[in-house]
């Protein structure tokens, strides 16, 4: 949350950006994920075993290393005003073992794309002073830019609520199905076995909020999968 027609500023805008990145946008990694990855491990291993053993580590525990992480990394790129430049030294200062492509990639993305976008929060005012005096507010799609929707901000357009070709989004479906295999393993624990079949209510507002969790997770319980373009 910020003021509005107010760009954060501190600690409230590393934080910002870092949430910003916390999920996949469209074919970029999330940021969390991208450290793991960097870290040597599967990210979707971790996050599916948060009670896992990890060569001695917990799931939970490794992920909220990578988050600390995060954390350090995003301050290391604030104190170099997000320069892209700054990138190459900071992660190589954190020694990973593995493969740092990724991050470096969501790390690009961050100074590249979503600062000029976050910077641009004051538009909010100047389109709020427009509209109020007929002056045209152009469109943009509406949602939650932390759940992977980077690509509608700036926020204060006018938006509307959603397109369904992008339902659900590839954040969405990775989250469906995170949340069908939990389902899964709870009931096989509880009942031993997988249940006959399953009711689901989908809510139209956490549709769009959530660009589509709830449909993600019922197209895993069916047994398909999205097909994406691009």
Same mark, same amino acid.
């Given at each position: 949350?910020?003021?509005? *027609?107010?760009? !954060?500023?501190?600690? $409230?805008?590393?934080? $910002? #950006? ?11 990694p999330?940021?969390?994920d ?9 990210? +979707?291993?971790?996050?599916? @075993? ?5 060569? =001695? ?6 992920? +909220? ?50 600062? !000029?976008? $976050? ?10 002073? =427009?509209?109020?005096? &007929? ?7 509406? =949602? ?10 700036p ?6 609520? =959603?397109d !369904? @070709? ?9 989250? &469906? *199905? ?5 389902m899964? @393993? ?7 076995? $997988?249940?006959?079949?399953?009711? #689901? ?11 589509? +969790? ?7 319980? #069916? ?8």
């Open positions: 949350l910020h003021i509005y *027609g107010k760009v !954060p500023e501190g600690k $409230l805008y590393d934080n $910002l #950006m870092r949430m910003l990145v916390r999920v996949r946008n469209g074919n970029i999330s940021l969390n991208s450290i793991l990855t960097a870290q040597g491990y599967d990210p +979707e291993q971790v996050k599916d @075993a948060p009670a896992g053993d990890f060569s =001695g580590v917990s799931g939970s525990m490794l992920y +909220e290393g990578a988050v600390s992480a995060a954390r350090r990394i995003t301050a290391a790129l604030s104190a170099r005003q997000y320069d892209p430049d700054g990138i190459e030294p900071i992660v190589a200062a954190e020694a990973f073992p593995a493969s740092t492509d990724d991050l470096k990639r969501v790390l690009r993305f961050l100074c590249e794309v979503v600062k !000029p976008k $976050l910077d641009h929060i004051t538009d909010e005012m100047d389109h709020l002073i =427009g509209g109020t005096s &007929g002056r045209f507010v152009p469109p943009a799609l509406g =949602g939650n830019p932390t759940r992977g929707n980077v690509s509608i901000l926020t204060g357009r006018n938006f509307y609520a =959603g !369904p @070709a992008q339902i659900p989004s590839r954040a969405a479906w990775e989250m &469906g *199905g995170k949340l069908a295999r939990q899964l @393993a709870q009931y096989a624990e509880q009942e031993g076995g $997988l249940p006959e079949g399953v009711a #689901m209510v989908v809510w139209a507002g956490n549709t769009l909020k959530t660009c589509g +969790e709830d449909f993600a997770e019922c197209l895993y319980l #069916m047994g398909v999968r999205p097909v994406y373009l691009g």
